[in-house]
C-alpha cells in the first residue's frame, strides 16, 4: 500500500512533505485537505490527525503528524532518500534538530503571523490585528538576520552542509509564503539578505523541477491576491 499524504498545497510545511517525496522518488498518494473549507475538522481527518492540522501522513497502519517528524521518519524508512537529507551522524542530526525547533519559535512564528494579518485575514474576511501583523514583522527580519549572519555562515546550505537537509527544505518553504506579500512588501523583506537569498535559489536548485511544480498552487494564489489587491487599490 502506497504511501498517502495529506496536504494541503497553500500550507507551507506540506509543501515542504511533497517535494520530499517528489525529490526522493517516494511513492505516495497526495490527498488534498482544503484548510479554507475547513476539510481538517471532518471526523475522517481528525481520526488521522487528532489536530486538525496539516500535514498528516498514513503508511500502512502508521499514522504521522507534524511535518518535521514526518520529514524525520520518511528520511528513515524509505532506502532511497539520499543520506545528505538527514545524514547518519548524530552530531549532524543534532544541529539539523536545533534549526527545525528554532525555526517553529522564530522564523515560523513571524512569517504566519504577518502573511495572516496582512494577507489572509482580509481577503476572506477574518479578524486581523494590524500589531500582531507589526510584531511578527519584526519577528521576521531578527530570523533572517539570524539566517543570513549565523545559521548560513559555514555553508551554502544550513548545518555547514554542501547539500541540502530537510531543514533547508522546511525552512526555504516557510520563507516561500512571503510570495503572498505585495512584490513590494516582499522585496522589501528579502532583499537585505543576500545569503538567504541565494541559498533559497540554491535549494530550488537542488529539488528542481518538483520545487516550482509544488509551489505553482502559491504562485497562482498570488497572482490572484495582487490582482485583487489592484483592483481594490483602483477604487479608492
Request: aromatic share 10%; proline share 5%.
Amino acid at each position: 500500500m502506497a504511501l498517502k499524504v495529506f496536504a494541503d498545497r497553500m500550507s507551507q510545511p506540506s509543501r515542504a512533505v511533497l517535494i520530499f517525496c517528489k525529490k526522493n522518488g517516494i511513492d505516495f498518494e497526495e490527498i488534498r485537505v482544503d484548510v479554507l473549507r475547513n476539510e481538517q475538522f471532518t471526523p475522517e481527518y481528525k481520526a488521522i490527525n487528532p489536530m486538525s492540522q496539516v500535514p498528516a501522513i498514513v503508511n500502512g497502519g502508521f499514522k504521522l503528524f507534524e511535518s518535521h517528524a514526518i520529514l524525520i521518519y520518511l528520511s528513515c524508512a524509505f532506502p532511497g532518500v539520499a543520506s545528505d537529507w538527514y545524514p547518519g551522524d548524530l552530531t549532524i542530526r543534532a544541529k539539523i534538530h536545533s534549526v527545525l525547533d528554532w525555526h517553529h519559535s522564530n522564523l515560523r512564528r513571524g512569517t504566519v503571523g504577518l502573511v495572516f494579518n496582512t494577507i489572509l485575514a482580509p481577503l476572506f474576511g477574518l479578524p486581523s490585528n494590524l500589531q500582531t501583523a507589526k510584531e511578527s514583522e519584526k519577528l521576521l527580519m531578527k530570523s533572517l538576520t539570524k539566517l543570513e549572519h549565523f545559521w548560513l555562515k559555514d555553508g551554502s546550505f544550513l548545518v555547514g552542509s554542501s547539500q541540502p537537509s530537510i531543514a533547508d527544505l522546511s525552512l526555504v518553504c516557510e520563507i516561500m509564503q512571503l510570495q503572498l506579500l505585495s512584490e513590494t512588501d516582499c522585496n522589501r523583506i528579502l532583499s537585505p539578505y543576500k545569503r538567504v537569498v541565494e541559498w533559497m535559489q540554491d535549494t530550488k536548485k537542488a529539488t528542481a523541477p518538483h520545487f516550482d511544480e509544488v509551489h505553482e498552487f502559491l504562485f497562482e494564489a498570488q497572482k490572484r491576491i495582487r490582482e485583487q489587491t489592484a483592483k481594490e487599490s483602483g477604487k479608492d
